[in-house]
């Protein structure tokens, strides 16, 4: 195996990187359980030893501080790789199988195939585990895979590109760094599968491209995801949990809170007690918090600007500080399903309040928009929560919490409808980069011919069997 990565995007070198990788699959040499682990291992040695630059580099892109850095990104890595290394030789085993009656003499076998030559595209958000967790389950089930992080998380693009470069050999796995020419050449190149996660309208762009060459995907997107706080929650804990998992990365996280549904009776309660929480975590004024994350560039500053435009009222923040593309916690009030800022996925730390008195209110609105990645429900009534999480279609989400259920190897993670395609992490990521082959052994020491043509009693046998 030869050491070197990519850095260019025109054509021929993308046609050389995918068949170096389809002709190094071919060798078998991905397949073995001892390859498998000892890559996972390279991966998580690769990672402990580049910390410190993977933290400065999330630093630069997003302002991520160093605990939440580690615990939402290397962490999530780790664990991950840890769970992978326990468990991949389970995993890949064949796995026997009944057969029927009517196939008398054979025996059956699934047998976990690695797809071949991937494609993982990454956004920008957490670009360090959105890239590297579908890499240790691409690695797990024994693929070779061509990497594309986001352009707009700059500084960790470049910090991965080096990771797998010192790591693995480019006909294994390799970095191809980029914008738009770049995601747009990769989609011609015949890969095996691509597993992308990004925005609803890319993932369009993305299955579009793979449809003309039956390329199959997963696609990890995003969507309005609702949080729902019904009047018997325990609303302390629960204002706790919300401001947490959106002010997280700023907002920008695809299963943040994007809006909450609050019983009217609790409202008040709820709104006081969530402000309390943002200034015990970001202190009075968030934006001058070194901890507190930046929004990632100008273009996303601005479109969240627009929505505090809108006929709507600040109830809580809405101060900017342009130069260093920070928002502070804002709360809006006033809003109703026309408002701009329920139109799409805001993805920043904004979150509207809308009241509920009766829980019909409550699944018509969820409904209203298209099936989220995630929701949350507060309460203490299991009847409650039953109702919403049987009656809604939704990605995976929490009851009591928000956004930790992604922080878990044995949930399977993934949308449903326009929130995405396939799903992932642990053991599902393991499935979701392997083709299951069924195989049917059939004895050649007899051959019981009702099947065959003419068979007398053929036809009966079968019919009687079926019955
Ligand atoms: P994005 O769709 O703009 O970009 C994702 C990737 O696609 C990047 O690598 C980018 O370079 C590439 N890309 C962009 N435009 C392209 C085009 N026209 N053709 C081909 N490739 C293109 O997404 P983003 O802004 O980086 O991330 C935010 C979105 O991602 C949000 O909608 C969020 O909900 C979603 N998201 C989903 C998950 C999840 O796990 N389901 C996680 C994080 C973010």
Same mark, same amino acid.
């Given at each position: 195996?030869?050491d070197?990565?990519l850095?260019?995007?025109d054509?021929g070198?993308?046609?050389?990187?995918?068949s170096?990788?389809q002709q190094f699959? %071919?060798?078998?040499?991905?397949?073995?359980?001892?390859?498998?682990?000892?890559?996972?291992?390279n991966l %998580?040695?690769?990672?402990?030893?580049?910390?410190?630059?993977?933290?400065a580099?999330?630093?630069?892109?997003?302002?991520?501080?160093?605990?939440e850095a580690?615990?939402t990104?290397?962490?999530?890595?780790?664990?991950?790789?840890r769970?992978?290394?326990?468990k991949?030789?389970?995993?890949?085993?064949p796995?026997?199988?009944?057969?029927?009656?009517?196939h008398?003499?054979?025996?059956?076998?699934?047998?976990?195939?690695?797809?071949?030559t991937t494609?993982i595209?990454?956004p920008?958000?957490?670009?360090?585990q959105?890239?590297?967790?579908?890499v240790?389950a691409?690695?797990?089930a024994?693929?070779?895979?061509?990497?594309?992080p986001?352009?707009l998380a700059?500084a960790?693009?470049?910090l991965?590109?080096?990771?797998?470069r010192?790591t693995?050999?480019?006909?294994y796995?390799?970095?191809?760094?980029g914008?738009?020419?770049?995601?747009?050449?990769l989609?011609?190149q015949p890969?095996?599968h691509?597993?992308?996660?990004?925005?609803p309208?890319?993932?369009?762009?993305?299955?579009?491209?793979?449809?003309?060459?039956?390329?199959?995907?997963t696609?990890?997107?995003?969507?309005?995801?609702p949080c729902i706080?019904h009047?018997?929650a325990?609303i302390e804990?629960a204002?706790?949990?919300?401001?947490?998992?959106?002010?997280?990365n700023a907002g920008?996280?695809?299963?943040?809170?994007?809006y909450?549904?609050v019983?009217r009776e609790?409202?008040?309660?709820l709104?006081?007690?969530?402000?309390?929480?943002i200034?015990?975590f970001?202190?009075?004024?968030?934006?001058?918090?070194?901890?507190?994350?930046?929004?990632v560039?100008?273009?996303?500053f601005? %479109?969240?600007?627009?929505?505090l435009?809108?006929?709507v %009222?600040?109830?809580?923040?809405?101060?900017?500080?342009?130069?260093?593309?920070?928002?502070a916690?804002?709360?809006?009030e006033?809003?109703?399903?026309?408002?701009k800022?329920?139109q799409?996925?805001i993805?920043g730390p904004?979150?509207?309040?809308?009241e509920?008195?009766?829980?019909?209110?409550v699944l018509a609105t969820?409904?209203?928009?298209?099936?989220p990645?995630?929701?949350y429900?507060?309460?203490e009534?299991?009847?409650?929560?039953?109702e919403?999480?049987?009656?809604?279609a939704f990605?995976?989400?929490?009851?009591?919490?928000?956004?930790?259920?992604?922080?878990t190897?044995?949930l399977?993670?993934?949308?449903?409808?326009?929130?995405g395609?396939?799903?992932?992490h642990?053991?599902?990521?393991?499935r979701?980069?392997?083709?299951?082959?069924?195989?049917?052994?059939?004895?050649s020491?007899?051959?019981?011919?009702?099947?065959?043509?003419?068979?007398?009693?053929?036809?009966?046998?079968?019919?009687?069997?079926l019955r």
């Open positions: 195996m030869t070197n990565s850095q260019a995007a054509t070198s993308l046609e050389t990187l995918v170096k990788q699959f %071919r060798t078998g040499a991905t397949r073995s359980v001892a390859f498998r682990k000892e890559q996972l291992l %998580r040695n690769a990672t402990l030893r580049l910390e410190a630059d993977i933290l580099a999330l630093t630069q892109d997003l302002n991520k501080s160093e605990q580690y615990a990104e290397i962490g999530i890595v780790l664990s991950e790789i769970l992978a290394l326990r991949v030789r389970r995993w890949s085993k796995i026997k199988v009944r057969t029927p009656i009517t008398v003499g054979s025996s059956s076998r699934i047998f976990p195939e690695p797809l071949g494609l595209m990454g920008w958000n957490y670009p360090v959105l890239l590297l967790v579908p240790v691409a690695i797990a024994g693929n070779t895979m061509v990497l594309k986001s352009e700059p960790t693009s470049s991965l590109a080096r990771l797998i010192e693995f050999p480019e006909e796995a390799a970095v191809v760094e914008g738009l020419d770049t995601s747009t050449e989609l011609r890969f095996d691509i597993f992308f996660t990004g925005s309208p890319v993932g369009k762009v993305v299955m579009e491209a793979a449809a003309k060459k039956l390329i199959p995907v696609l990890e997107l995003g969507g309005k995801s706080v009047k018997d325990n804990l204002a706790r949990r919300i401001v947490f998992g959106k002010l997280t920008q996280t695809c299963v943040a809170p994007d909450l549904l019983h609790v409202k008040a309660k709104l006081n007690q969530m402000i309390k929480v200034e015990q970001y202190g009075n004024e968030p934006i001058q918090d070194p901890d507190y994350g930046k929004i560039n100008e273009r996303h601005r %479109r969240l600007l627009a929505y435009d809108d006929d %009222r600040i109830a809580y923040g809405g101060q900017v500080d342009e130069a260093g593309c920070k928002l916690p804002t709360l809006l006033g809003v109703t399903l026309e408002s800022v329920m799409e996925e993805f904004i979150l509207p309040v809308m509920y008195d009766h829980i019909d209110e969820v409904r209203i928009h298209s099936k990645l995630a929701l429900v507060f309460s009534n299991t009847g409650f929560q039953k919403i999480v049987e009656n809604l990605g995976g989400g929490c009851i009591n919490d928000t956004i930790i259920h992604l922080a190897p044995y399977p993670f993934g949308g449903v409808g326009t929130s395609i396939g799903s992932y642990g053991e599902f990521g393991f979701a980069f392997s083709h299951y082959k069924g195989i049917l052994k059939q004895s020491r007899f051959d019981i011919p009702f099947r065959y043509p003419k068979s007398k009693w053929g036809l009966r046998i079968i019919r009687k069997i």
